[in-house]
């Protein structure tokens, strides 16, 4: 895209929602507001819905519904998560990507792509990727023992739950990593991991968000227990904007990860759940738990009390809630 359409577009994100006249926009690039004029009638030719009015200036009401990596960059507010952004219009699967250039690349890279044709969620299931999502993998490189990577996938939960709730969307964590709204998935992360004698080398942290996928495209079996954030706002979200929320907040909380006590990470991701206090039956590969989960260790593993009194710390299962 032309540079000026470029800065225009990115003048009229920033106002969020306040006019700005042609004379404004045409002072800060430095050209007329008849030449203004003429990229605004462009741009809404490419799908930009911009509003006009003599008096008060020029209001962005929608963007075309495609990631924009370049506009992505113009409003992150990031240093390390996307720092660099590899953007496909398809893939087979982002975190298969990320896992091939993990060991090349620098921490805090980001591949994202408009559709994946073999999307891989947890414990072996097919993640349908339509468009309208963001499906995306971060490489993380954390210096930590193997023993703690459960620690990382709850750091995302509560990004991912934190960047949604900033849009007025009521999300909850389950356990492990499902973000659910009104008891519907709107987001699944699937944490891979390369580790050499018990140490981490790089994380690959998929996540797929439902944003502004249609429901209708899913098949019956994962529509029946699935949101997206188009369905529980009742209209579309601008995915650029959204992404560099996303970003942000996995920044924070990655930032807080590294700098302070896990107990604090803990205590945010249980007001954040819906799992904590539910009767819970957990398949593990070993054994199916019943019980009351009644909290989280510093592993980041699920406590479940079962009807015996006992306490069963579980890193990795399939939850469900049985009350
Ligand atoms: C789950 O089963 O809940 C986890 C779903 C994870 C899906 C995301 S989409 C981006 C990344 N690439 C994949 O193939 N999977 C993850």
Redesign the pocket.
Known sequence: MNDNKKAIISILRKSEGTPVSGQEIGEKLGITRAMVWKYIKALRKEGYDVRSSPKTGYILDSCPDKIDPEMLQSILKTTLIGSDVHYYSELE???NTAREIAPQVSEGTVIIAET?KS????LG?E?Q?VSGGL???LILKPSIPLENLSRVTLVAGIAVTNALRSMGVDAHIKWP??VLVKGKKIC???TEVSAEIGKVDYVIL???INVNVKLSELTDDVRRNSTSVSNEMGKPLDRTSFLASLLYELEQQYIRFKTRQFAEIVDEWINLSDTIGRNVRVKTPAMLIEGKAIGITEKGALVVLDQNDKKHEIIAGNCRYSD
């Open positions: 699967s982002t975190n994946q999307g891989r969620g947890r299931k993640w990727s499906w995306l993998s990593n499902d699944g992360i699937l998929g996540i797929g």
